[in-house]
């Protein structure tokens, strides 16, 4: 007897059929899609669920992929009927694909900085539209900020995907600057960066 292991990223009941497009559920259209939820796509009835609960994994935090903010992740159990059955926290994190520099040259670094420019473009505006509500609840509600609400209130971690020393070293300085609460997701070189976090 030994305890349940736990899946710290994972696609499960996400995708079945790698060659089969519409089994894949883990991406949708677009790169700023903070109000997908990931539990609604996933599929209770997966083959791949029983054969990792006979692995010894009894829960996950299954994660969307694609974009710069994919959406919502959720810490399910790999038991029931439904996806309400498996969750336990189906909105558990917020997730940010950080952007990488590929390539040498200015290219690749441009490319970075004009994706975390969007980011903060995107960050910016769900902050005026807190404010915007807070003084007049009346206000039209815009589902891509409200589904941010709750990691911009420091109520769920943000899950920062980076993995190479620099991304993770610019991930904690912008979530420093702007007063957020990450966990690095990866962190391949995180040991080059031990004191990334104390900024």
Request: hydrophobic share 40%; no cysteine.
């Amino acid at each position: 007897v030994y305890p349940g292991l736990i899946a710290a990223d994972s696609l499960l009941g996400l995708i079945e059929t790698e060659q089969v497009d519409v089994t894949r559920d883990h991406d949708e259209y677009g790169s700023l899609t903070p109000e997908s939820r990931v539990i609604v796509a996933m599929n209770p009835d997966s083959d791949m669920i029983p054969v990792a609960r006979a692995a010894g994994i009894l829960t996950a935090m299954v994660s969307p992929d694609g974009g710069r903010l994919p959406g919502q992740g959720a810490v399910v159990r790999l038991d029931g009927w439904t996806s309400e059955d498996l969750a336990i926290e189906p909105e558990a994190a917020l997730l940010l694909e950080w952007p990488r520099s590929r390539g040498r040259g200015s290219g690749g670094a441009q490319r970075a900085a004009d994706q975390v420019k969007e980011l903060n473009d995107f960050f910016d505006a769900a902050e005026r539209y807190f404010v915007a509500r807070e003084h007049d609840p009346l206000a039209k509600p815009d589902l891509r900020y409200e589904s941010m609400r709750a990691a911009m209130n420091h109520e769920v971690p943000i899950l920062v995907r980076a993995s190479t020393a620099g991304q993770i070293e610019s991930a904690a300085g912008w979530a420093s600057d702007r007063g957020l609460r990450i966990v690095i997701l990866g962190g391949e070189e995180a040991d080059r960066v031990g004191d990334a976090g104390a900024r």
